[in-house]
């Protein structure tokens, strides 16, 4: 017996997003650079959601390219990104994250950018 195969009806006015392209990488959700591979930052630390009892898998997340995760975890405790610092938007807010995004944003997207925080 031949099936034939299914094929949807194409609906012009569909509320589904449009596909990404393949291989198109979305931007640093920070300095907005469209880096060749994106690190999925943890807005809660793994650590601190384990103590809150929150599996790692269930704890949020933001596409961010490596430089900018680099200097996230490099310039603040765990306890400053797990209270202060758990959302795109209180990152975005903050002074030291927002001279590092100016500086970042000047650079290359090719160039492995080493960002320090402190020491």
């Not at 490596?66 to 306890?79: E, R, W």
Request: one cysteine or more; proline letters at 9%; hydrophobic letters at 35%.
């Amino acid at each position: 017996m031949h099936y034939a195969p299914f094929m949807a009806r194409r609906n012009s006015q569909s509320t589904w997003p449009e596909a990404p392209l393949a291989g198109a990488v979305p931007p640093c959700a920070l300095c907005e650079r469209e880096v060749p591979e994106l690190v999925q930052h943890h807005l809660i630390p793994i650590l601190a959601g384990k103590r809150r009892g929150i599996k790692p898998q269930d704890l949020p997340t933001v596409g961010l390219c490596p430089a900018c995760q680099q200097y996230l975890h490099s310039t603040f405790s765990i306890g400053e990104l797990a209270t202060e610092l758990n959302t795109l938007e209180a990152l975005e807010q903050n002074e030291q994250v927002q001279k590092f995004v100016k500086w970042v944003r000047k650079q290359p997207a090719t160039k492995g950018v080493k960002a320090k925080g402190r020491e």
